[in-house]
């Protein structure tokens, strides 16, 4: 690797001076500073035009004999220049890192199967002073589970390792959550520790490499010059400056921050070693022109009267470069993109440069400035896969799919390996929805690989989510037969049986995880999520309980706890189990929206509280789509059909389908031209129906929210409607970025999205009355009724037959509501009305009362208001039309009201009271009553609840006359007169677009 080695033992100082000065060196590199066995004595006699120190020492020589310190920016910012007694001379990192032969793979998280988060460092004590101890005391106090991991050859000694648990025991640490010891070589105690800690105000240094390679993410402290910097230099060449602290309270939050996101660390850990192999750290060529580039411009600095003016000229343009990623390291974009042009001014040539700048350009928007440095790069190197890469991001981000693919295979032909790459052509493929061609990716690797456990758990999962659930499940069963114990492929079988409802054979598997590792939080999360979807509602609060016992860190436990506590109406104790989740995991987009979820039907929340929540969930998770958004050139509508899309996971049987089937099938095609983008997991003889009634069927399953906006806004759309809100398979996300000129929510969710994306919400004067506009994100839009119903034919629902209380002897209240509607206030009111009617009883039937448990503790809180068990008839009746049949008098919730519930108790003669209260979701009864013409029975207290409900039960005769009249009557109302209400949406759809011409005419927003 060298041109010639010299044996230099036992030659002094003066005489190895004369040596290479004889051997006429041009730039003498010192790769010890102050360490044993240094040579400084030959450098402070100058044998050389040009000296330097570079790497063993970390620091200064303090030599005036040496003219530069070989460095980075991370490690010596500006400023720092009076700390060293050479100049700083910085490149764009500085090291380049080859691991050593033999470290192995990363493995697993430690934290998944451990039950709790493994700290650790492997330094020497020298680097473990008190402060140390004190900031690492206190993260352990933050994270009670957590263990700390310190293991070098300075702990050999039980004495030292006694010491050093006694400094922690002074800061309230018990020796039980400490391992300090030694082991050599240190791989298998890397592959145990989930986050590595790093020294102050020395840093560690060779060991931050190693931890890495092996996956492990560090927190380093930025602090002195150098030393202290070590770990933000290794950091910043990585691209993980956000692991850099300033202090330590940023210190602190940055190792929490990494030790509450359990799935997030996971995948860290999988991608780490392929980053670090990817960046700057270990491009040994790259890094090599770097230093050559230095030593060229260093000796031409020192030149009089240059000789060789080319090589200088090279050198110049190498130093410009590495100036320019110094300036854009310290985030000085336009001094970085006017160095890299000089250099470019200088050597035309230099590909690097042309990259280099590319990638500036592309970051800053400038696209196709990007692109075209990239296209000049390659003109150049055509074999950087690196370079086609970064092109195919800059393509994709100009919606030009199809040329980034092709770079994408280019950069893979290249270099197969690149991971970035293969990650993006497969989310490429996906986002298109070209299954087959992913799936195609993982069999070919299995064809080349039979035994590869990673690629069918891989392919599994790309059948999965094309619903191909029996393939996707024998791919599963040949990786157990691989590894009949693995938990993930367990895992994987587990939620793959809960997809396809085989809900038995998924608590089966669930429970064979735990058998194999009792102390699975994940596989006590996993089991309780089963136990909930199967309304075992007690058994699942007991097992995400179980979960967190032993791991309270594990952010969806808590949020999935909140959810079965929200099930069973316990809105308090759900909305703290859900902000706990999110304290541990603040980003969860998902875990947020279900507390939104427990606000709406939290009785002791105002309506601000409840609108500013979802105010929030827009800001942090989709207004940053704004700057996504590009103008719209739909053409003028007059003259022809608008262009209106339906979103929406629901079209099949579904509730929704009584009032989304009338619409599409009263439309006038001559007005619009309907879309329906349709997010189905499985079709059933209903989606065949809505296929029927529509203009386009789009598939939009597997689609990402930026690919599906880019089919809506390629069709055209004028009208976007949003059919799902916030409940399951919505893509509000395709909203955030605002696909059409006009969108509006309506129908589905019955309350604002909260999303500022979005123009309209549907609805009428009594749904969202007038002084209500606040607590709306979206401007409503106030139809005549807010829904049209269509009920199934007279063969599912049967006739409503005659008045129950005539043969019963006693009025029966009832309501076919969800637990989670049912909070302390409603048992109290209904309790209330239950007294001041002697002989009635009160019927609650609904799939929430399938478990003894969730029946019995409801009975309890009627037992608790002086309500006798003799008088409920609690269960889950298989027909809920036979329900109705047996119920004289409904009974809405408050302060979420019931919703398609209330349409069919009308439709089979039941007359409801109900509490206008909220604006949304606690005026859904109100609208439906003032639409079906019995506005009498809208309640605007408690006591003009229980009093209108207790006049009714006192006229038999008119309960029977209402009871025959009331089907009719909802016939001939507004609520079922389909036509006009296509007519008024189709009205409106015209104004609301109307009004966006306007806007445009006068150089509006698109």
């Not at 196709?368 to 003109?379: F, I, M, P, T, V």
């Not at 050139?633 to 608008?642: D, E, H, K």
């Amino acid at each position: 690797m060298v041109d010639h080695w010299v044996p230099t033992r036992g030659l002094s100082d003066e005489a190895l001076a004369e040596r290479i000065r004889a051997d006429a060196i041009d730039v003498l590199v010192d790769v010890a500073g102050h360490t044993v066995g240094n040579r400084l004595g030959v450098f402070a006699r100058k044998p050389a035009p040009v000296s330097l120190s570079w790497l063993g020492y970390g620091y200064t020589t303090g030599l005036s004999a040496i003219d530069h310190y070989l460095t980075d920016a991370a490690s010596v910012p500006a400023g720092s220049e009076h700390l060293f007694s050479e100049a700083p001379w910085r490149l764009p990192v500085g090291f380049v890192y080859r691991s050593t032969a033999g470290m192995g793979e990363p493995g697993p998280l430690p934290a998944l199967t451990n039950g709790h988060v493994t700290l650790g460092t492997l330094t020497r004590a020298v680097r473990v002073n008190a402060r140390c101890v004190r900031v690492w005391s206190a993260i352990l106090h933050r994270l009670p589970a957590a263990r700390l991991v310190i293991d070098s050859r300075s702990y050999v000694d039980p004495a030292a390792q006694q010491a050093l648990r006694e400094r922690f025991a002074a800061q309230g640490i018990a020796a039980e959550r400490l391992s300090i010891g030694y082991h050599s070589p240190p791989w298998d105690v890397l592959r145990g520790i989930d986050i590595g800690l790093d020294c102050f105000p020395h840093n560690s240094g060779t060991t931050l490499f190693e931890s890495l390679y092996l996956g492990v993410p560090f927190v380093t402290l930025a602090g002195r010059a150098s030393v202290g910097r070590l770990g933000c230099s290794i950091l910043q060449g990585l691209g993980r400056a956000a692991w850099i602290a300033e202090d330590e309270a940023g210190y602190i939050a940055r190792v929490l921050a990494l030790a509450q996101d359990l799935p997030a660390l996971a995948a860290t850990r999988a991608a780490l070693r392929a980053q670090l192999q990817a960046s700057p750290l270990m491009d040994e060529a790259g890094f090599a022109r770097h230093v050559e580039g230095a030593y060229g411009l260093m000796f031409a600095q020192w030149c009089v009267g240059d000789a060789h003016p080319l090589m200088a000229l090279v050198a110049r343009a190498q130093a410009l470069h590495d100036e320019g990623e110094a300036a854009l390291a310290q985030g000085e974009a336009d001094a970085a993109e006017a160095c890299w042009r000089q250099a470019l001014r200088a050597v035309p040539e230099f590909a690097q440069a042309h990259a280099s700048l590319g990638m500036l350009l592309q970051q800053q928007g400038r696209l196709g400035e990007g692109e075209a440095a990239y296209r000049a790069a390659l003109a150049l190197q055509p074999a950087s896969a690196v370079t086609h890469f970064n092109l195919a991001t800059c393509l994709l981000a100009q919606e030009r799919p199809a040329e980034a693919e092709e770079s994408l295979r280019t950069a893979l032909q290249h270099d197969a390996a690149l991971q970035p790459a293969r990650a993006q052509l497969d989310r490429l493929l996906q986002d298109q929805g070209r299954w087959l061609e992913s799936e195609e990716r993982w069999r070919a690797a299995l064809r080349r690989q039979p035994e590869d456990l990673d690629a069918y758990l891989q392919l599994a999962a790309v059948l999965r989510r094309q619903h191909r659930h029996a393939e996707a499940l024998g791919c599963l069963q040949r990786a157990e037969q691989l590894a009949p114990d693995d938990l993930g492929v367990l895992r994987q079988q587990g939620a793959l049986f809960k997809e396809m409802g085989r809900m038995a054979e998924s608590e089966q598997v669930c429970r064979r995880m735990l058998e194999i590792d009792p102390a699975s939080a994940l596989g006590w999360n996993q089991l309780a999520e089963v136990l909930n979807a199967t309304q075992r509602l007690a058994e699942a609060e007991q097992g995400f309980l179980k979960a967190l016992a032993l791991d309270p860190q594990l952010a969806v436990a808590w949020s999935n706890l909140g959810i079965v506590r929200q099930n069973q109406g316990r809105q308090q104790e759900a909305e703290d189990a859900m902000r706990a989740g999110l304290a541990l995991q603040p980003v969860d987009a998902h875990a947020h929206g279900n507390l939104l979820f427990v606000l709406n039907y939290h009785p002791g929340k105002t309506m601000a509280q409840v609108f500013e929540e979802y105010r929030l969930h827009d800001e942090r998770f989709y207004a940053r789509h704004r700057a996504e958004w590009r103008p719209h050139r739909n053409p003028p509508a007059a003259g022809r059909p608008l262009k209106v899309g339906y979103v929406s996971p629901d079209f099949r049987n579904h509730s929704c389908l009584y009032f989304v089937e009338p619409l599409l099938a009263q439309h006038d095609h001559r007005a619009v031209t309907v879309y329906a983008y349709a997010e189905l997991q499985n079709e059933d003889n209903a989606t065949a129906r809505y296929k029927h009634l529509v203009d386009h069927w789009v598939p939009t399953r597997g689609m990402g929210d930026a690919a599906l906006a880019e089919r809506i806004r390629a069709d055209g759309i004028d009208i976007l409607i949003d059919l799902a809100g916030h409940t399951a398979g919505n893509r509000l996300g395709v909203f955030a970025r605002k696909p059409a000129p006009v969108s509006a929510s309506w129908m589905g969710y019955g309350y604002s999205t909260g999303l500022s994306s979005i123009d309209y919400f549907l609805t009428d004067a009594w749904h969202a009355p007038e002084g209500s506009e606040a607590y709306f994100s979206e401007q409503p839009w106030r139809l005549p009724v807010g829904w049209v119903y269509r009920p199934p034919g007279e063969a599912q629902t049967g006739m409503p037959g005659p008045l129950p209380a005539s043969k019963n002897g006693g009025v029966t209240f009832g309501t076919l509501t969800r637990a989670v509607r049912i909070n302390d206030d409603t048992v109290r009111v209904w309790s209330e009305l239950l007294r001041r009617v002697p002989g009635a009883r009160l019927a609650v039937d609904s799939r929430s009362y399938r478990d003894a448990d969730t029946q019995a503790a409801l009975a309890a809180r009627f037992a608790a208001q002086g309500i006798g068990p003799e008088r409920l008839q609690i269960g889950c009746s298989a027909s809920g039309w036979e329900v109705l049949r047996q119920i004289d008098i409904g009974l809405d919730c408050f302060p979420h009201n019931s919703g398609t519930t209330l349409f069919e108790s009308l439709h089979m003669g039941v007359p409801f009271v109900t509490w206008a209260d909220r604006p949304g979701l606690g005026c859904l009864g109100s609208a439906i009553l003032h639409g079906a013409g019995h506005p009498e029975w809208v309640a605007r207290s408690e006591e003009e609840y229980i009093d209108k409900a207790v006049a009714l039960a006192a006229d038999l005769p008119r309960l029977a006359a209402l009871r025959a009249a009331l089907p009719a009557e909802m016939r001939a109302s507004k609520l079922m007169d389909e036509s006009a209400f296509a007519r008024a949406a189709e009205d409106a759809f015209r104004q609301m677009f109307a009004r966006w011409e306007q806007r445009q005419a006068r150089g509006g927003n698109a």
